[in-house]
């Protein structure tokens, strides 16, 4: 039997059922209504696992437009975009009642050129096809197209309703959890994805595994809390995990550890956000990660 991984078996299939979907309602109500009314869409969110493309899918489902998806950070050449997505686009659809819709997901990895003519096939086709679009860095957009679309900035999900939505999982899953709901989301947030992959990696292997990039911040973290630079640094250059996502990681589990000080978490958050921006304008990310590890070590105490 094909088992499906938890991320796609509780991928919400309808807007409404998504977690902070209050936000989403009225964008809800007027596809409903009318699905013409849907207006390109450029879905942008800081941070991976937080509904983008689990929105996108939703409102193809919902309208049940024909449609063609594309994984800009897989193909992002020009050609992709002259050749399936202009032949997409200008064929006839099977759905007359609704949009067709192109999903380009993490376009912000599509090419300048790609950009380019993406946006005159947007101009061009508006009349029968919509375009989502899904980034985390909205910034590699360019304003072209980001002038075509209504941006939607995903906030982070409320945690009281990812209890809800991971309980309900436990529970369908039977899992028995060694640590509490509370500590697995505050490890985590506001990335929901790596939560479920979490409890999945709960369920058939009995504890959490080092996979991901997020749990490979977090053992960063509680090493560096440890004050074991080395076994931290051994992680970092281990795995390959992009350096400025560790950083944002540390962010949050520090805006979230209860056990630090306010003054040592002010200290802690000056000085990522000097390491952010040190990475932002491309200085060397080992070294940055390296000396933020060696402030945060002297923080913590
Ligand atoms: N708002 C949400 N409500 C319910 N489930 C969610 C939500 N956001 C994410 N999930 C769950 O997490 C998984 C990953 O979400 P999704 O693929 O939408 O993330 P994403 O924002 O596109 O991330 P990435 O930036 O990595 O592409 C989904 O399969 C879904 O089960
Ligand atoms: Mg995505």
Redesign the pocket.
């Known amino acids: 039997m094909i088992r499906k991984m ?7 299939k309808t807007i409404s ?5 209050e936000n989403l309602k009225t964008l809800s109500d007027s596809i409903q209504t009318d699905p013409w009314s849907l207006p390109h869409l450029l ?1 942008a ?1 800081k ?11 939703a409102i193809i489902n919902e309208i049940k437009s024909d449609f063609l998806y594309l994984n800009a950070s897989d193909e992002r050449g020009i050609d992709v975009i002259r050749d399936r997505v202009k032949e997409f686009v200008i064929t006839q659809g099977f759905n007359r009642d609704a949009p067709k819709i192109v999903h380009l ?2 376009a912000d990895g599509l090419t300048r050129d790609a950009q380019d003519s993406l946006r005159n096939l947007m101009e061009e086709y508006s009349e029968n096809c919509r375009f989502i679009l ?3 860095n909205e910034n590699k957009i360019i304003e072209p197209i980001k002038s075509r679309c209504t941006i939607i900035n ?1 906030a982070n ?1 409320p945690k009281e ?2 209890y809800t ?1 991971l309980k309900n999982i436990i529970d369908a899953e039977n899992i028995k959890m060694g640590i509490s709901l509370n500590d697995l989301v505050n490890r985590y947030y506001p ?3 790596s ?2 992959m979490a409890l999945e990696s709960v369920k058939v292997l009995g504890s959490i595994q080092i996979n991901g990039s997020v749990e490979v911040a977090n053992s960063i973290y509680d090493l560096l809390k440890s004050k074991k630079i080395s076994d931290a640094r051994r992680l970092w250059l281990t795995y390959g995990v992009s350096h400025r996502d560790i950083v944002k990681r540390i962010y949050f589990l520090v805006m979230d550890d209860e056990n630090i000080s306010k003054s040592a978490k002010y200290d802690a958050v000056h000085v990522i956000a000097e390491a952010d921006y040190r990475m932002a304008v491309g200085s060397d990310s080992e070294i940055t990660l390296a000396s933020l590890a060696f402030e945060l070590v002297s923080i913590f105490k």
């Open positions: 938890f991320v796609e078996k509780y991928r919400p059922d998504m977690i902070g979907s879905l969110t941070s991976a696992g937080t509904g983008k493309t689990t929105l996108a899918k997901d993490e899904t980034c985390n995903l999900p309703q990812i939505y990335d929901i994805r939560m479920l």
